[in-house]
């Protein structure tokens, strides 16, 4: 995990984005959306990240997040990579986050996939309570597109195939949405189920990609911290 942290904070340029390869002049705002992602999540689990390199990444993201461009190179930046950024942002640090630049994504859901959404309910998350309509707008999107059986759910992706380009699949969607339930209404029925359905689309005891297996992993976590908080108390015979 060290050796990949310093592979990671090695790619971070002048800028405080990073770059996704070794020589790379410019920073760009998805790759360093995730990198931020990935790192906070470290330094969650006590891995050692440098103070300066999260303080420079998150005002990189912050800039993105409110100016809609790239600050390395000008160019705009879409609207998926946006919403993602308001979650890590919220994670990290809501101050650096106007709810207006929210709102103006709220009026683009209808242009997001599923999770991407679900990015946009986490950065809410962070700034208003969890049962204010906007969220509840964006749940609902959500809950309208759950496919249920009786044991598990999955989230159907309308244009699946549209966003390969932000490593989509089923299993990824399924447990970004999972994230957001379990920030706003981690009660609900349809989050056992998507943990189920979760642990039933592994093959041969892992998921099809790195990507899958991550927010997977991810949400697993935040399921048991939030379900099995007590340590079992009892004697097996």
């Not at 470290?42 to 990444?57: I, N």
């Not at 800039?63 to 609207?79: A, K, M, Q």
Request: with cysteine.
């Amino acid at each position: 995990v060290n050796t990949g942290i310093e592979r990671m904070v090695s790619l971070q340029r002048w800028s405080g984005g990073f770059a996704y390869w070794p020589g790379s002049s410019n920073a760009y705002p998805y790759a360093s959306v995730y990198a931020l992602f990935v790192l906070n999540e470290a330094q969650k689990r006590d891995y050692a990240v440098d103070k300066d390199v999260m303080a420079r990444g998150t005002e990189y993201v912050a800039e993105v997040l409110h100016t809609r461009r790239n600050p390395d190179t000008g160019y705009p930046v879409d609207i998926v990579t946006l919403a993602f950024a308001s979650a890590v942002l919220g994670d990290l640090d809501p101050g650096k986050m106007d709810v207006a630049d929210l709102d103006k994504l709220l009026s683009e859901r209808d242009k997001m996939p599923l999770f991407a959404r679900a990015f946009l309910a986490l950065g809410y998350a962070s700034k208003v309570a969890v049962d204010d309509a906007r969220i509840q707008q964006i749940m609902t999107d959500l809950s309208n597109n759950a496919v249920e059986e009786a044991s598990d759910v999955h989230f159907a992706e309308p244009k699946q195939d549209s966003y390969v380009e932000f490593y989509s699949s089923s299993s990824r969607t399924d447990a970004i949405v999972m994230l957001a339930y379990l920030r706003i209404a981690p009660d609900d029925v349809l989050v056992t189920k998507a943990a189920r359905g979760l642990m039933e689309a592994r093959v041969c005891g892992r998921w099809a990609n790195t990507q899958e297996n991550a927010y997977a992993l991810l949400a697993l976590d935040r399921y048991a911290q939030h379900y099995e908080k007590e340590t079992p108390d009892f004697v097996a015979r």
